[in-house]
């Protein structure tokens, strides 16, 4: 699948052993699906799924991944990649945009991917077989591209993979599983939720203010496939600056969420946040106990490999700081009542499922820069912005934003006016017990 921030990928078994630790359920729907990791390793263990996400190229995942039966393109796939593998290539709006204007890809990858995705609209293909040779598409591109796995930006020199032949393959496709038709959803995921009847909802929605849309623009463009006009020197969709998500915004985000799991009616939700996130764990898990019982289980693990290396300006200097290069995931297990009087024991064997599937951190973990702030603010009682970066090493933008979360989720008080002010920190419950192995 392609590379993306936010996979689940390290997620997976611990998800799947979760949902494997109740047979009774067989439904299960992503809300926020993404790449469809989720959803795919989902039913491949035997569940009805239902996958939603409001971007195009997502969905197109989705249908491939979730909604399309192996039983249903096995005999037609793999010739119809096979003759789209075998097209010359042929410039045209992909080459000039993402391989001329800017540099994703190298001209004779793009002219493939312009010669092969017309070719996919001119032979008007059933839903299934399109989406199968859209991701082919899709997945393709992703092996010779020359990023960092965002598409806010490219590398200075060609990446050693972009000199490769772009290349189909059949995607993973997987066979029908028994318990009923998966399905692919492209809505706003609040209004998603309103339609679907699951057992289980399994819930990750952006965390921030960076957008999935502004982030892998350039699949929206070739599933789209509307040539749209673009700006700015990644070449991004002018419609990056209008299809805003509620999800991305500080204002908002609560409200949106809070709505979202007040409109499931899954019994059993499955709820993922990190450690970067506008909401801290006291707000957040405050409203998931207002609808069930709560089990915690935590992850860490390594930050996307562009939050690795540092920022750059467009001429290769380095212009931004490593802050941190590790965090921790936390899976919200949300029993309402009605999975409680479904299945009697449901609590016994969520406890016992979060304290086995829990994982420790690292002995040595790079601390957040949120974490450091804090620490920062309590040692000096209080700071302005200059004073917290000169105690911590953090760059303005860095300070600003760990300062913002703070005040954000009632952890610290802001006073004085704009120049002179002042941070501290307020004084707070204590919190949750989470679930972890020694």
Known sequence: MIKYIGSKRSLLASLVEILRGFPELHSVADVFSGTSRVGHACKRAGLRVVANDHNAYAHCLAQ??????????????????????????????????????????????????????????????????????????????????????????????????????????????????????????????????????????????????HSYLSNYHVWESLIRWDKPEVYGIARKRVDCRARKSDYNSKRHHHTAFEDLVAATSSPLLVVSFNNEGYQGRPELERLLASHGQVFVVTK???????????????????????????????????????????IPDALERLAGLAARVSVAAPTRVEEDRVTLVERALRELGSGTPAELRSATGLSPYQTRMALESLVGRGLARAEGARRDKRYSMLETAAGPTYLRVP
Request: charged share 25%; hydrophobic share 40%.
């Open 300 to 342: 860490d693990f390594k930050r996307y490999v562009g939050a690795q290396i540092g920022v750059y300006d467009p001429k290769g200097d380095k212009v931004g700081q490593v802050s941190h290069l590790r965090n921790e995931e936390y899976i919200y297990l949300v029993a309402r009542p009605a999975l409680c009087e479904r």
């Open 64 to 209: 491939c991944y979730v909604a399309t039966d192996l039983e249903a393109v096995a005999d037609e796939a793999p010739r119809l990649l096979s003759e789209l593998d075998r097209l010359e290539g042929r410039p045209g709006y992909f080459t000039q945009t993402f391989c001329i204007d800017a540099r994703f890809f190298q001209p004779h990858n793009g002219e493939r991917i312009d010669a092969i995705r017309e070719r996919i609209d001119e032979l008007s293909l059933p839903p299934a077989l399109r989406s199968v040779a859209l991701t082919s598409l899709m997945e393709a591109a992703d092996r010779v591209d020359s990023t960092c796995g965002l598409q806010m930006a490219y590398v200075k020199q060609w990446a050693p993979r972009s000199y490769n032949r772009l290349t189909l393959r059949m995607p993973d496709v997987l066979p029908a599983v028994a318990h009923g038709p998966c399905e692919a959803l492209c809505l706003d995921a609040n209004d998603a939720v309103r339609h679907m009847n699951v057992d289980v909802a399994y819930i990750d929605p952006p965390y921030n203010q």
